[in-house]
C-alpha cells in the first residue's frame, strides 16, 4: 500500500498543478509529528522542577505533585495541578505559534511556558517558563519545569 501511494506522489507530482495538489495529500506514514500533533489532547503531569535559569540543573524536584492538562483543536487549554495538600490551581490558557511554541495559562504563576516537545517521543513533552520565578519551594531564583505524557 506504502508503495502504491509513493507512485501516486510521484505521478501526481509531474505537473505544476499536480504538484501543489499532491504534495498536500501525500503525506508518507513515516513523517515525524510536528509538535501540534504532540501537544494535543489530555496528558497527565509527570515531572514537576524547579530548575536553574542559568544553568538549567535541578534546584528542586517535587514528585508528588499531579495535574492534568488539555489542549484542544481550537488550541485552547485547561487543566489542574496540586501543588501541595489543599493546594490546586485550576487554570485556562492558549497555544500560541509565535516561532515556537507558546502556552499561556492564566491561573498560574508565571503565566507564560515555552512548549517544549521531541517528534521521537510523540506522547511526552514539556512546559519550561519563559520567566524566572522566586519563593515557593524553592529559596532562590528558579524557572518552572512540568513534564506531560499522554
Known amino acids: 500500500m506504502r508503495r502504491v501511494l509513493r507512485a501516486a506522489c510521484w505521478v501526481l507530482r509531474g505537473s505544476l498543478v499536480m504538484t501543489v495538489i499532491g504534495s498536500g495529500g501525500c503525506k508518507s506514514q513515516d513523517d515525524a509529528p510536528t509538535p501540534w500533533e504532540i501537544v494535543r489532547g489530555t496528558a497527565t503531569l509527570a515531572a514537576s522542577k524547579a530548575l536553574d535559569p542559568t544553568t538549567g540543573g535541578v534546584l528542586g524536584d517535587f514528585p508528588t505533585r499531579t495535574g492534568s492538562l ?39 504563576t508565571p503565566v507564560e511556558y515555552a512548549i517544549i516537545t521531541d517528534g521521537g517521543f510523540p506522547n511526552t513533552y514539556a512546559l519550561l517558563s519563559t520567566a524566572t520565578v522566586s519563593g515557593g519551594d524553592v529559596v532562590g531564583a528558579h524557572k518552572v519545569y512540568w513534564e506531560f505524557h499522554r
Open 70 to 108: 488539555t489542549v484542544a483543536d481550537d488550541s485552547t487549554a485547561t487543566g489542574w495541578i496540586r501543588l501541595a495538600a489543599g493546594d490546586t490551581a485550576f487554570f485556562t490558557g492558549n497555544v500560541m505559534n509565535d516561532g515556537g511554541l507558546v502556552m499561556t495559562l492564566t491561573g498560574l
